[in-house]
């Protein structure tokens, strides 16, 4: 797919942010992005979130998802307000909800998203798992969308590898549920990803399986021999190929701040950039 002009562009980093990976629309896109689930439920710690999304977005985790079913719209209310001061440097990622995906209801909807996010354009819109309208439907209509600069481009969620065979185009991104304890598209999906003509970028989401693995003594044992925090190793093992993009979420700066330390794990062990003799020991 060939995305609107203005939407082809790569985010700027320093050497202090976060690696990148380049889509097959040649864009930028940071290793370590932000996920919203749950985030903008709590009136209470509204402005706690917004800061939150502000300073991953600094930090350069400026890849922001989010999805109309989070919360009803709060989670799209909320990264809109986080996010208006500095539009240009985040790319925003939306999700439609198969029950609103038929050609009429995903422009319908996508206008709605646009609305309550305040912003006039979203970077990535996703169908958010497969559903019951055929998605040559789905499809026409974000291609109807980019056309009139509504999105930039379109992919999937949820897809799995039958399923991306069967998709009429090849979309930019599938994003799935990938982390130490969901190991199953490492066997099948990633490499049919990597292997499309053009690639599929993989997008990570629950990378520390809402928390759950934070609680697992075999993580935690190679973050304390790392001096590092369980989901600082648990971020650096979803990112270690390059080409996988995670999403955690924080509600909270320090949060974030920690998360986007995980790449310095990466950065002390880094992968070589040419042959090396084998090793022994």
């Not at 939150?52 to 989010?66: H, K, P, Y």
Request: aromatic share 4%.
């Amino acid at each position: 797919m060939t995305p609107d002009p203005r939407h082809r562009r790569s985010l700027d980093y320093d050497d202090r942010m976060i690696p990148t990976t380049t889509a097959a629309d040649s864009t930028g896109l940071p290793l370590l992005g932000q996920g919203t689930w749950h985030i903008g439920d709590d009136p209470a710690q509204r402005t706690t979130e917004i800061a939150a999304l502000r300073e991953g977005i600094e930090l350069g985790m400026s890849l922001v998802d989010t999805a109309e079913m989070y919360g009803s719209g709060r989670s799209e209310n909320l990264v809109g307000e986080a996010i208006a001061p500095v539009r240009d440097e985040v790319f925003l990622v939306d999700k439609v909800l198969p029950t609103n995906a038929s050609e009429s209801g995903a422009v319908e909807a996508c206008e709605r998203s646009l609305s309550v996010l305040g912003t006039d354009h979203i970077d990535l819109y996703l169908l958010h798992w497969p559903g019951s309208y055929p998605v040559e439907e789905t499809i026409a209509a974000f291609e109807g969308l980019r056309e009139r600069g509504l999105i930039g481009a379109w992919g999937v969620s949820n897809f799995d590898p039958a399923e991306i065979a069967d998709l009429p185009a090849v979309p930019l991104i599938n994003q799935v549920l990938l982390n130490p304890s969901r190991r199953g598209p490492e066997f099948d999906l990633l490499p049919a990803h990597r292997d499309s003509r053009p690639h599929i970028t993989t997008m990570a989401y629950s990378p520390v399986e809402q928390g759950q693995l934070l609680k697992d003594p075999t993580p935690a044992e190679v973050a304390r021999r790392h001096d590092a925090s369980t989901a600082q190793i648990l971020l650096a093992w979803a990112i270690r190929s390059g080409d996988v993009i995670a999403i955690p979420k924080a509600s909270r700066p320090d949060h974030v701040r920690a998360n986007a330390a995980a790449v310095d794990i990466d950065r002390a062990f880094p992968a070589p950039t040419s042959p090396l003799p084998l090793e022994v020991i």
